[in-house]
């Protein structure tokens, strides 16, 4: 592959990756507002009654949004979004192949002298790993406790942020903490909320109640998607700026901290 060839195709790649996590990421910001939005409603409405519509402005009208218990469309008609977060994880993926295990950008001899197949078996293990891992902690009764999953969730971003440190460029271990959360993100959406909103449509659909656990755990998967989002967007950045994140001493430290900085803007952003 000549690099002309190489440099479109990574360009390409990229633009669909931006574009693609656009989508994702504006849309899952926007329906965890909505949601926001209904809980204030819901919290102001008189005694006995339910939430009433989120009005909105944009572009050339007036929008209304109310919340429903129940379909009252055909399950065809009801729209869904998923392929924004396949795309973007697929393209995402694509790019860490091109850059990084193709490329020469993964393993540092002055960091660890280690083949470049090692380190990409070390990169796929820590990406299949943070899923694992951050799966069975939203499984186990430590999720019940916001404030005590957060702090279990930093300390394991800091131990996988060290760790990747140790064997790779500080550069790919930037990369591959955002491509853990990523992957995080993209299989909430596929293992956990999409196949829950189909329960929910096929028993509203057939007039039935649907299991409220499930669309608990997958509001709960979503609002966690809300706080990586931030995260992964400065993993992506720091790329260009070496000096301050990367490519400085406290390379680890500072990826925890704009972590801790993401979460932040993404809890403001919630509320506003």
Same mark, same amino acid.
């Given at each position: ?124 293990? /820590? @990406?299949? &790993?943070?899923?694992? +891992?951050?799966? #069975? $902690? ?6 019940? =406790?916001?404030? %005590?999953? /957060? @702090?279990? &969730?930093?300390?394991? +971003?800091?131990? #996988? $942020? ?6 790779? =460029?500080?550069? %790919?271990?930037? @990369? ?19 196949? %829950? ?76």
């Amino acid at each position: 592959m000549t690099s002309s060839i190489r440099e479109w195709l990574n360009l390409s790649v990229r633009w669909i990756h931006v574009f693609a996590a656009i989508m994702w990421v504006g849309q899952t910001f926007y329906f965890t507002w909505l949601d926001g939005q209904f809980g204030k409603l819901a919290k102001t409405a008189p005694v006995g009654q339910t939430a009433s519509k989120v009005w909105m402005v944009h572009s050339g009208g007036f929008y209304t949004v109310e919340k429903q218990k129940s379909v009252a469309v055909r399950p065809d008609q009801v729209h869904w979004f998923r392929w924004e977060a396949l795309v973007t994880w697929l393209a995402g993926m694509a790019l860490l192949v091109l850059v990084y295990y193709s490329g020469s950008g993964l393993v540092d001899p002055d960091v660890a002298d280690i083949s470049k197949r090692s380190g990409i078996a070390i990169g796929l293990g /820590a @990406i299949v &790993a943070g899923w694992v +891992i951050y799966d #069975a $902690a939203v499984r186990s009764p430590l999720s019940k =406790s916001p404030m %005590a999953f /957060a @702090i279990c &969730a930093l300390g394991m +971003i800091a131990l #996988a $942020a060290w760790g990747l440190m140790q064997v790779f =460029s500080a550069r %790919a271990a930037y @990369i591959h903490v955002g491509a853990i959360f990523g992957t995080i993100m993209t299989a909430n959406v596929w293992d956990h909320i999409l196949p %829950a909103q189909r329960k929910m449509i096929a028993a509203a659909a057939a007039g039935m109640e649907f299991d409220a656990s499930l669309a608990a755990q997958a509001k709960l998967r979503s609002k966690h998607n809300t706080f990586m989002a931030l995260p992964v967007v400065f993993s992506m950045l720091s790329n260009h700026y070496p000096v301050a994140t990367y490519g400085n001493r406290y390379g680890w430290q500072v990826l925890v901290a704009l972590v801790v900085v993401g979460w932040i803007a993404a809890s403001v952003i919630r509320k506003t």
